[in-house]
């Protein structure tokens, strides 16, 4: 059969005892065809976002140089983070990922929570993916006649094909994604480090430290405006999670997965701190603002002919990417809570190419609604379905660890064995990541604006989780009693 879903007998999974595997429902039926390449792109993509494309530049000027300590400290929880997820794929690969591992420690209420948080996540940012691409695309004159909506259903229609047809195809479309970051900010950084080494002249500004320590040093405003700056870091970090999610569809996961997670250290440091801290040493912070890419502002002042061009086009990139990745992603989870009843079934069935397309149309759809609703919505409500992912990353983050520190209790048990690849200093990791998860909520609300009513709306995330756990026991229960 073309679509098919599991059947409902083999949803139930094995009590986890020493030497018992846990078996999810959800891992059947994928095919293996991720390569090591595949894995290692797909982690530097979930890495290098549109929040340091874009988004530096605003906080840039919002919170001075001390951007770069920001992003080296939220990089490191991130770190954190996939590194956990990392040992416990390593444990029991899964394309569930922390569903699967919420089902096993947490039970199937964890595993609905993580799921449906993860997934507001991916639907709010499928909303914000699919409009940036068309704006982005509005910027060169052969589309500008063409409406925003009907490019941003090419830009979905595009991304959803290469989804739906194949993981190879998938594969590939985030491997080049990746390429084209990576090689747009290899390229900006040799660039930036001559002209620090040569103190070539920017627009009248001689780079160098002066530029930091005549303006206020590292931080011109003091402390605060670098922890407000936090929470929009963490998002721009969202989606490093990714490979751990495409561990379970690569042949050899206990192999390629250490060397991509552990990567991602030193990509962040050279990436992320390090062109913070170039972008500071070549201009003043108050040369950029939130309306421009900080590497294009520092192209255009040098007078770099098709700066903005060039950047447009990987700022774009960037977003069809996070598109992607979010259809990818989502797919798997919908069809991991699907087959134990925490989802509607349609998400838990499959095409000839082995992708769960129900999960993946699902997610598609709040993007095309979004993008519909877009035309109505004033910026203030488009900012707020951009703080709504940033609870879902926050809310996925936090089941990440607490399954983590659930691992190395029942480690400490004796009731199962840890992996040799592990996540340092456990438990203390877990809790004080956990710990600055909280903390990232509690700035969001601090901060006032859109962030504060983010928060208040918490109390309605609750409200509809709880509501929709009460719709889908009673299924759930009824499987998990076959």
Same mark, same amino acid.
């Given at each position: 059969m073309s679509d098919r879903t599991m059947p409902a007998a083999e949803t139930t999974a094995a009590t986890p005892? $020493? @030497?018992?595997?846990?078996?999810?429902?959800?891992?059947?039926?994928?095919?293996? +065809?991720? %390569?090591?390449?595949?894995?290692?792109?797909?982690?530097?993509?979930?890495?290098?976002?549109?929040?340091?494309?874009?988004?530096?530049?605003?906080?840039?000027?919002?919170?001075?140089?001390?951007?770069?300590?920001?992003?080296?400290?939220?990089?490191?929880?991130?770190?954190? !983070?996939?590194?956990?997820?990392?040992?416990? !794929?390593?444990?029991? /690969?899964?394309?569930?990922?922390?569903?699967?591992?919420?089902?096993?420690?947490? @039970? =199937? %209420?964890?595993?609905?929570?993580?799921?449906?948080?993860?997934?507001?996540?991916?639907?709010?940012?499928? !909303?914000? +993916?699919?409009?940036?691409?068309?704006?982005?695309?509005?910027?060169?004159?052969?589309?500008?006649?063409? /409406? $925003?909506?009907?490019?941003?259903?090419?830009?979905?229609?595009?991304?959803?094909?290469?989804?739906?047809?194949?993981? %190879?195809?998938?594969?590939?479309? =985030?491997?080049?994604?990746?390429?084209?970051? !990576?090689?747009?900010?290899?390229?900006?950084?040799?660039?930036?480090?001559?002209?620090?080494?040569? $103190?070539?002249?920017?627009? @009248?500004?001689?780079?160098?430290?002066?530029?930091?320590?005549?303006?206020?040093?590292?931080? /011109?405003?003091?402390?605060?405006?670098?922890?407000?700056?936090v929470q929009g870091v963490v998002f721009a970090y969202a989606s490093v999670e990714l490979c751990g999610v495409a561990a379970g569809e690569t042949e050899n996961p206990q192999k390629i997965l250490p060397k991509a997670i552990n990567s991602i250290m030193w990509r962040v440091g050279i990436f992320y701190v390090g062109s913070v801290v170039l972008l500071a040493l070549i201009l003043p912070y108050t040369a950029y603002s939130g309306d421009q890419s900080p590497f294009v502002t520092v192209l255009d002042k040098l007078g770099v002919p098709g700066a903005a061009g060039v950047m447009n086009l990987v700022v774009l990139t960037a977003a069809l990417s996070s598109l992607n990745s979010g259809l990818y992603s989502t797919g798997r989870i919908l069809r991991s809570m699907a087959v134990a009843g925490s989802a509607p079934k349609f998400t838990a069935r499959m095409n000839k190419g082995q992708v769960p397309y129900g999960g993946v149309l699902l997610t598609a759809a709040f993007g095309a609604a979004g993008v519909a609703l877009n035309k109505l919505m004033p910026d203030d409500a488009f900012e707020i379905v951009l703080n709504f992912a940033s609870i879902g990353i926050l809310g996925t983050w936090a089941m990440i660890m607490i399954c983590s520190l659930l691992f190395w209790r029942r480690a400490q048990e004796g009731k199962l064995t840890r992996p040799s690849y592990q996540l340092p200093w456990a438990p203390y990791t877990q809790i004080v990541t956990l710990v600055f998860l909280a903390t990232v909520l509690y700035l969001m609300w601090y901060g006032g604006g859109v962030g504060r009513t983010t928060v208040y709306c918490l109390p309605v995330i609750l409200a509809m989780l709880v509501g929709g756990w009460f719709l889908v026991r009673k299924r759930v229960g009824e499987l998990a009693a076959k």
């Open positions: 005892t $020493q @030497g018992t595997p846990h078996i999810d429902a959800g891992d059947a039926g994928y095919s293996k +065809d991720l %390569k090591s390449r595949h894995i290692n792109m797909i982690a530097i993509g979930g890495a290098i976002g549109t929040g340091l494309f874009l988004g530096a530049g605003g906080r840039m000027a919002g919170a001075g140089p001390s951007l770069a300590i920001a992003y080296a400290v939220c990089g490191v929880f991130a770190f954190f !983070v996939v590194r956990a997820l990392g040992e416990l !794929v390593l444990y029991r /690969p899964s394309s569930g990922a922390f569903v699967s591992y919420a089902r096993e420690f947490m @039970g =199937e %209420k964890g595993a609905y929570t993580a799921g449906w948080l993860y997934f507001l996540n991916w639907s709010t940012t499928a !909303v914000a +993916d699919i409009t940036a691409a068309a704006t982005y695309a509005h910027f060169w004159a052969m589309f500008s006649d063409i /409406p $925003q909506w009907v490019l941003a259903l090419i830009a979905l229609a595009v991304v959803l094909a290469a989804n739906l047809i194949s993981v %190879k195809y998938f594969g590939e479309m =985030e491997f080049w994604f990746a390429i084209v970051k !990576v090689a747009a900010l290899v390229a900006f950084m040799l660039v930036g480090i001559y002209l620090v080494a040569t $103190q070539h002249s920017v627009d @009248g500004n001689t780079p160098g430290l002066a530029n930091i320590t005549d303006h206020g040093g590292i931080f /011109p405003m003091g402390t605060l405006p670098m922890l407000l700056v």
